[in-house]
């Protein structure tokens, strides 16, 4: 599957932004969906995930975002949403959505290769 992830841009320090990502063809059927990210010169990090298990969802935060973002979807937009608040500075960066159809458990949200597709990336830039 091929996702699309969208909705970055320049927001001023304290400001909101919602990222959006949607597979460009089918559903996203059973899965776990992760949010990264990527500032200029580091590695990337972990931000958000979330995961179908037994019919209820489960959510991790990196502990730099938690009560600020919040991963969501919409199955009838077939969408899958970040909602990010109060940013700031450090939350620049390249944010991608990333997808696998296998339910790991809740100790490997956090690792990327725990997920076997990905988006290409919306730049977050949070500056005044």
């Known amino acids: 599957v091929q996702l699309q992830a969208s909705g970055g841009g320049l927001v001023q320090p304290g400001g909101s932004l919602r990222l959006s990502c949607a597979p460009s063809t089918g559903t996203f059927g059973t899965f776990a969906m992760g949010w990264f990210r990527q500032a200029p010169g580091k590695e990337r990090e972990f931000v958000a995930a979330?995961?179908?298990?037994?019919?209820?969802?489960?959510?991790k935060y990196a502990d730099s975002v938690k009560g600020r973002f919040t991963i969501s979807r919409d199955n009838a937009k077939n969408t899958v949403y970040l909602q990010m608040n109060a940013l700031n500075a450090e939350d620049t960066g390249v944010y991608y959505c990333?997808?696998?159809?296998?339910?790991?458990?809740?100790?490997?949200?956090?690792?990327?290769?725990?997920?076997?597709?990905w988006g290409q990336g919306t730049l977050v830039t949070v500056s005044s």
């Open positions: 990333a997808l696998t159809r296998n339910s790991p458990i809740y100790g490997v949200l956090h690792r990327p290769g725990t997920y076997d597709a």
């Open positions: 979330m995961r179908l298990s037994s019919g209820n969802l489960h959510y």
